[in-house]
């Protein structure tokens, strides 16, 4: 049951911008560059999970010792057979009920405590490091509701603006249209954009200043079901077009020009490593669990390949929109207009659930970036002025512009590249050596990562580090061509 939400969490509307990515890097460069940053992904993956284990570690040796000296004060007292029993059940409390089940003393690298990446950072980091890690993470929450924020409105935009009339019939049909065209009468598509914008704005955003309740997350399962449903409408409509060969797509092999976007757009398609403690600490038996994420990322891969293969194939390069789902909104890709409209405005269901969850994480990671110990914060600052820091840099960036795909793969290629790479790296390397000055060099991590060798930590920072100096240098050469 982990490992299926791994799969949800890690394809999600991210996915939706690929197609063009594929299209634009060319088929055989970007299959390549997918094979590599998901078996990339995969290796930090591993460094999260022993990262948690060592955490692990550390905390159960802290409370042995702690034990240990209470033991120690309240042997000439004596404690009642109530206060152990109480003690016990406290303890079991804090792990999962399937393990709680489970007979005998747990290994003291068992991963049976939920450690969120903020929390190991703050065990194996130092302060600065501690604060680049919340700088990463908020900067990188800002780019997805920026991409949240702006994906909606760009949806609602296409699917209802019109030049001819029935716009819900020409979206995908090849016609180019510019910001400045008329949608509704002297309503321009970017006036219309900015409209769509401040109204969804006005009804989602009032939910960031409040704390989220079960039914939001509740809702995540009918998320879940209309993303697949998505998803397998537009492969197989995909695939008919191509098997009664109208397909108009002919894909190039490689074209160096859209590997900084299509380097982004994989990045951020792959990101699930700060999800990780919430994934992996409920699975019972964790014995297999780096080969099972391993067949996890195989599916993950066959599925974004299968996307963008169809996509590339069946459309024309030029006609593939940043939203996928957008392409089905032509009446000659889909004659049934309940579809159509489904496909068209499935981002703005889907993102509207997501906002509020996103949004709040960003909020909760500030105040605890400016907590204070034993302080609590003014109602001004806790229900205004952090809603507001949270909301208003995104929706300016998405006021000022809505090319998805940039967004994206900027969004990816920094602050993603940060969380997926780095900031795992570090972890590994970090924990490793606070577990031999706790433990001894003698002492093995039953979850070590496969890639042990120290070796595989300096490759993935050289990676990183290369990715941030090619994606910068790319983007200043593109823009003093322009």
Partial sequence: VGLVYMFNLIVGTGALTMPKAFATAGWLVSLVLLMFLGFMSYMT???VVEAMAAANAQLRWKRMEKRKDDEDEDSSSGVSDSDVLQDGYERAETRP?????????????????????GQMASMFFNKVGVNLFYFCIIIYLYGDLAIYAAAVPVSLMQVTCSATGNHSCSVG???????????????RRIDAYRLYLVIWCLWICPVTGKQLEARH??????????????????????????????????????????????????????????????????????????KLVLLDYVLILAFYSLLSFTAIYCFRNDTLMDMYTLNFTNCEIINVAFIRYFLGLFPVFTISTNFPIIAVTLRNNWKTLFHREGGTYPWVVDRIVFPAITLIPPVLVAFCTHDLESLVGITGAYAGNGIQYL?????????RKDTQLVFGSGTVNKHLSPFRHTFWIVFVLIWGFSCFVFVTANIVLSESKL
Wanted: charged residues 15%; glycine residues 6%; aromatic residues 10%.
């Fill in 217 to 290: 997350f509740l809702r995540q399962h009918e998320l879940k079901c209309s993303v697949w449903l998505a998803f397998i409408l537009m492969i197989i409509l995909a695939l008919i077009r191509i098997s009664r060969g109208q397909a108009e797509g002919h894909p190039s092999m490689a074209q160096l020009s859209g590997i900084r976007n299509l380097f982004g757009v994989c990045v951020y398609s792959f990101m699930c490593q700060h999800s990780l403690p919430s994934l992996i600490t409920p699975i019972s038996k964790k014995k297999h669990v780096n």
């Fill in 423 to 431: 900031i795992p790296a570090f972890l590994a390397y970090c924990s």
């Fill in 45 to 47: 993956t591993t460094f």
């Fill in 97 to 117: 009920i399937l393990s709680v089940q489970r007979r005998g003393s747990p290994n003291i690298f068992e991963i049976t405590e939920r450690v969120e990446m």
């Fill in 173 to 187: 049909d090849g016609t180019k249209y510019n910001d400045t065209d008329k949608c509704w009468g002297p309503i």
